[in-house]
Nanobody, 123 residues
Framework: VQLQACGGGLVQAGGSLRLSCAASGRAFSSYVMGWFRQAPGKKREFVAFISKSGETTDYADSVKGRFTISRDNAKNTVYLQMNSLKPEDTAVYYC?????????????????WGQGTKVTVSS
């Protein structure tokens, strides 16, 4: 599967952005999807995941209550709605996919990655 993320940009603190990740290739609904982020000088960290059907989601504590992951299997797209953004949310955001429910909270649990989209939150 090939992944293409978009939707990043510059936003003021308290604002919102919606990231999208479009998938092409093998059946999108076969993949569990995740979002990760990497700030300058820091390791890539888990943000959220969504199950193949979309029924199950989970989030990092740092974004819980502010971010929402969703997917539209008919459109082969996963979304990350980000509200109440904070300067510490500034990072490059990556979507990721895998066929198996393995290490969902770790980057090495995903086999396929998008190119990343940059989010900058100003104070």
């Amino acid at each position: 599967v090939q992944l293409q993320a978009c939707g990043g940009g510059l936003v003021q603190a308290g604002g919102s952005l919606r990231l999208s990740c479009a998938a092409s290739g093998r059946a999108f609904s076969s993949y569990v999807m995740g979002w990760f982020r990497q700030a300058p000088g820091k390791k890539r960290e888990f943000v959220a995941f969504i199950s193949k059907s979309g029924e199950t989601t989970d989030y990092a504590d740092s974004v819980k209550g502010r971010f929402t992951i969703s997917r539209d299997n008919a459109k082969n797209t996963v979304y990350l709605q980000m509200n109440s953004l904070k300067p510490e949310d500034t990072a490059v955001y990556y979507c990721a996919a895998d066929l198996y429910y393995s290490a969902l909270y770790r980057a090495d649990g995903y086999s396929y990655w998008g190119q990343g989209t940059k989010v900058t939150v100003s104070s």
